[in-house]
């Protein structure tokens, strides 16, 4: 490692899953590091991932080019990092996490820049409010699920990086869900015997096939585990109710609360989402779907499903800064029996969700 670094502005980064690429770890390895130095020949500073090309020169004078991915622009954007943070021309040494493929290319750690300058400013551990204003209400009486009136905001992450049975046992797993240990499979789901070698076989791969990464809509449970949020919209006059998700492509989903029974599997056209009717049971929403098709994976860490399946999912929302999510899943063609996951979820006030496509990154172009 080149020892002048601890001079250096660093640029502390968080490891993170781009979501329209295949995932952080089907990409990179997180038990290897690298460090180089080297001259800043662009910046690429675009949807969905942002890159630095760094041209690193060896001992023997032969220059290369590594491919330097830094984030996602909006969430670095929101941290206070611009794309002007790093210059064309200026020397720095990075470390990071090399790719798993046989290419010039890193998931940066750190960023020093070798004039002392801070490149970029690490975001301080957001503090949780203990402060729980009570959910705001719609015109109806029903607890809303959008913001007060007046006010912004969307719903963000879910405080669980997969979906497991309830059973009260924390079961260890990274940020795409990769279990930390393969022996709690049997802990994730009661899987059919099928069911369980796919999911074993998406985990042994790093979830190198999600079809996530190819741009595809997030279907099921999974929709609530995409960076960037989403946001209900409810139109009584219309009976439904929107749901807009902030990553992938801008997605929708129509859940109806016009009173309307739900159709027969066999009836429906087998999309992503699924045909949604919902109804309020006191201050709960509780949405029932089937008609999904298989194109899908149900939740992060690759839970697998087939056309039988049949969501049952309830949103509440205790106060103004959580959201409940639970859901039950049916499916006899995949699970043993039904059974219950879910995860809370934390309002992010004040703000709208930002565009976001999921589209080609500048990767295949700069890692060559």
Known sequence: ???????????????????????????????????????????????????VLVAVTDLTGTVTNWAVEVGNPLDLERNGWTRSAVRIGEIVTVEGHPSRAERRQVFATSIASGAGRPLFVTPKTKQVSTVRPPAPRGPDGHVSLGPPPGKKGYWGLANTNGLVENTGARIAMNTDGLLANLGDIDRVAPFLPWARAVYEHRQLSRLLDDPLARCLPPGGPRQFQTPHGFQFVDQPELGRILVLLGGGDRNWRVIHTDGRSQG????????????????????????????????????????????????????????????????????????????????TIEWVPDREIQEYFCEESVESALAR
């Open 264 to 343: 027969q599997p066999a009836e429906v056209v087998l999309t992503y989402y699924g045909n949604s009717v919902g109804r309020w049971e006191k201050d709960t929403l509780v949405v029932d779907s089937v008609g999904f098709n298989e194109k899908f994976w149900l939740a992060n860490g690759g839970l697998p499903h087939t056309e039988a399946l049949h969501l049952v999912e309830r949103f509440s929302r205790p106060d103004l800064n959580t959201l409940k999510y639970d859901v039950t899943v049916d499916d006899p063609r995949t699970y043993t029996r039904p059974w219950t996951g879910g995860w």
């Open 1 to 51: 490692m080149w020892k002048g670094a601890a001079a250096l502005g660093l640029l502390a980064l968080t490891a993170w899953s781009a979501p329209a690429q295949a995932s952080f770890s089907a990409t990179y390895d997180q038990d290897r590091r690298v460090d180089f130095r080297g001259v800043v020949i662009s910046v690429e500073w675009v949807n969905p991932v942002a890159f």
